[in-house]
């Protein structure tokens, strides 16, 4: 019996062993086998005593169904003779040429594939070798069959074909380095080899030969008394064998360039053999033990025992085992049972990669019927999967598995009663996986929370890519429905947005699920605004309870896009009662509708805030600053709002330095407000100045009081305040500056001269003046007029103070005079061109008679005041397309008239 298998063994039965010569019937009992090769139905023994046997190998099916082998010997031959040691070492098949290449005492006779007798050839037998390889990546039917030879010199050459000849063209390898080979395998110009002996310095190394080149590379070294292994496991890989007395057996996979290419595989026992057929690496132990490994793991299959056992090929696509007296073949069973057998353990990523492997060779190639059947047998195989990831509660790779085996998402959905709507068109009957709820597979309310929860993420991404447009309805609302019971938070928005929704459904669940604020969103979305905001209302005066909701300001953004007014006026109340923010309700609306009619009258807004003080003055900023609406009442509303602040917030100072409790964020307020009331005094135009002037005209607001005389042209008064009472000179100048800038320039001219009156009039502080008042003539000579300013200023200043105003101001009189004339004297020579011109042009003149059409377009002249002459003399219809086409392009060239 065979060892139990390790711990980290998983079982899997990938082969089962076949019975194909239970004994060696021969004509002697010595007989033993040496060596076996196979092709298609032959099948070659080499023995012991030096013959090679033929049989007549047949498959087929027992009663049972089971697999069974039975062979018909068809003759034989004796190669070897004489001798001590005539067994049969190695066999190789050249199907192409129809021989058999038997290897037996250093020698290689070639045979006939079917009588077995040895070529009449000077060449047919080859003496000297050591060992014999094909090239393991060819094809065995090509009819130029290589083989490589290692002789006691080297490695050599050969091609077989009627005989096996040295082959042309190639490069036998003399050289120390090439010699003692032990074992080796060749994959067409690469090879890997094992040598122990002299050459290598009596050790045991494992290399890489490149065969064109010569080039060797050491890889490593392998114990004395170990019998190496080289195998070729598959295009440009390599397996090599290596074994010590306290380390595990481990076999390494490599390439032509000595890299390794995949991770290494763990060997229970040292193998004497190994064959390799994509996906497993079959080992033999000494006593017969056979172990399966995977190439797409590494890890161990499975585990068989043949008594006795001492060969392992894989050859002619069949892999034989054999011992000294018994034959059989390790026949593979079905990647489909292999797979059954991977799903019922529960080993999904195992059975996919079988699959994988199973399946990776469908293409649009195939017979349609056959490529259908391929498919058909992929997506079933994806959806088994699926649900075993489901049953061992890995949901999200269950559904992404059986979304890929293009499984209907609505089944998925339809396992969860409840999410489908009831209006959906699904039949709930039908099902591919075999299961109508999800309760057939998870047990715990947890597993099946979780399940619901990989459904929703499943359901997120196939619904970016829809390609059935008639399956949205079903999957928002079962999305709709997870998002309630699992992400409250992520179903407003997905409410909001989603074009696809089975209404009745969503409000019956959220309605039971209590998500008071998610049932308003859908309302809106449906349209039915009222129900949606007295759903807010509700949750705002606590009749409900949602922790969803994000507060007032929603229910404010929505509002302000109803259009109703009667139903924004109802609601506005509460929100205004709550935050006087919530007046942005009539400030983010439009004032007129789609059809032109005003939707929300100010006068009416204003009536209407006057319950809610607080909300009145951003809304007369909103008429004034942002829609600027002239109207005398809103600006003034608006300036007499902002001298109430002033004045409250001069209150709050008072009480703040008595208190001496927040002083300075007392003291910052009034220059704030202060600001605002300056800068609608100072931009608007429309406030009743007089109202304004009855409030602040004996308070100690004099810059405001200075805007206002301003305003009404009372320009000194204006100036008096500001140098005489707040001794902003810099102020006074820059509201002379101002004013200049928007009047003419005589207007201009008197405002600086009434600036200049305050500065030189007697008073308490005339004198301190003086210096203000130079400084204003140096710096405006352009503006002032000097006869004015002579008029003005003290009798007792001599020439020498103003000396340098005097000489600006001439210098800027008489560039100002000079520039007039060169302007008046450029007009008249305009002019003058412009009446030579219309001389000429009234000089010309066309006769226009009942036959005379238009240049342009032929039709009759029919009004002679529509006539018109360009350059050339030809005559035109005034509205002529030809002329108005071309009006632009001989806008210089073209002159017309009136005949």
Known sequence: MPPAPGPDVGHLSCFQIIPILEKMVDESSKHKIASIECWEENLYVGTTTGYVVRYLLEQGESPTGKLTCRTAKQGQTHVCQSGKDRRIENLVVVPAHRKLLAMYNNSVAVLDMNSLRTVEDKYAVTK???????????????????????????????????????????????????????????????????????????????????????????????????????????????????????????????????????????????PIAAASGYPYLIAMGENGELTVHSLLDQKEKQRLFFRDGKILCDTGGRFIIASDNRISLLAPVSFQQQIDELLMEERVEEALQLADVQYNHINVDLDADEFARQREGMLALQRRAGLTYLKMNRFADGFDLLAASNTDPREMIALFPGLL???????????????????????????????????????????????????????????????????????????????????????????????????????????????????????NVGELVDPAFPGLSHAVDFLSSVTDVDLVYMHAGWMLEKDSSAVRVFTRHDLLSKTGEVLFRPDLVLDFLKLYTAAVLPYLEYLVFDIRKPSERYHTQLALKYLDRVDQARIALKAALATDTDVAGSAAAVPTERRKLQRLLRESDSYRVETIMDRIGKTDLFVERAILHGKTG??????????????????????????????????????????????????????????????????????????????????????????????????????????????????????????????????????????????????????????????????????????????????????????
């Open 421 to 539: 709507p009831k209006s959906t068109t699904y039949n709930t009957t039908v099902s591919t996986t075999g299961i109508h709820d999800i309760g057939q597979v998870v047990k715990t309310k947890e597993d099946r929370r979780d399940a619901q929860r990989a459904l929703a993420t499943f359901l997120e991404v196939v619904r970016t890519d829809l390609i059935q447009k008639s399956w949205s309805r079903d999957i928002d609302t079962a999305l709709a429905v997870l998002y309630g019971t699992h992400y409250p938070e992520k179903l407003p928005s997905f409410i909001a947005k989603s074009a696809a929704l089975s209404v009745e459904d969503v409000k019956l669940h959220l309605e039971k699920a209590e998500q008071h604020h998610t049932l308003a969103v859908l309302y809106a979305r449906e349209g039915q605004s009222r129900a949606a905001l007295n759903i807010w209302r509700r949750i």
């Open 128 to 270: 000297n070798v050591y060992g014999l390889c094909r090239d393991s990546a060819a094809d065995a039917r090509s009819h130029h069959f290589h083989v490589t030879a290692a002789r006691k010199k080297g490695l050599y050459q050969f091609e077989v074909g009627a005989i096996m000849s040295p082959q042309k063209g190639a490069r036998d390898l003399e050289d120390d380095r090439y010699r003692d080979v032990v074992s080796m395998a060749r994959d067409g110009s690469t090879m890997a080899i094992a040598q122990r002996g002299p050459s290598v310095g009596g050790r045991g190394v494992y290399s890489v030969v490149d065969l064109k080149t010569g080039d060797v590379m050491s890889l490593f070294d392998f114990p004395e008394k170990t019998i190496p292994l080289v195998k070729y496991v598959s295009r440009n890989e390599f397996l090599l064998v290596q074994s010590f007395d306290e380390a595990p057996t481990m076999g390494m996979f490599i390439n032509g360039h000595a890299s390794s290419t995949r991770q290494q595989v763990e060997f229970p026992f040292r």
């Open 714 to 899: 009372e320009h000194h008064y204006a100036l008096d305040l500001l140098v005489n009472r707040l001794g902003d000179h810099d102020a006074a100048e820059e509201y002379c500056v101002d004013v200049s800038r928007s009047e003419d320039r005589e207007a201009g001219q008197e405002v600086f001269l009434h600036l200049l009156d305050v500065y030189l009039q007697q008073g308490p502080i005339g004198e301190a003046n003086s210096a203000q008042a130079m400084r204003l003539l140096n710096s405006h000579c352009a503006t002032l007029d000097a006869d004015k300013v002579l008029a003005r200023v003290p009798l007792h200043w001599s020439i020498g103070v103003v000396d340098r105003f005097l000489r600006r101001s001439i210098r800027s009189t008489l560039h100002a005079q000079r520039t007039k004339r060169i302007e008046h004297g450029l007009a008249r020579q305009e002019n003058l061109q412009a009446r030579a011109e219309l001389v000429q042009l009234e000089a010309r003149y066309v006769v226009v008679s009942d036959s005379r059409r238009c240049h342009g377009c032929h039709r009759y002249f029919e009004d002679t005041d529509k006539v018109r002459l360009d350059v050339h003399g030809r005559a035109y219809i005034a509205d002529c397309e030809c002329i108005l086409g071309k009006k632009k392009a001989q806008r210089d060239h073209t002159s017309t008239f009136d005949v």
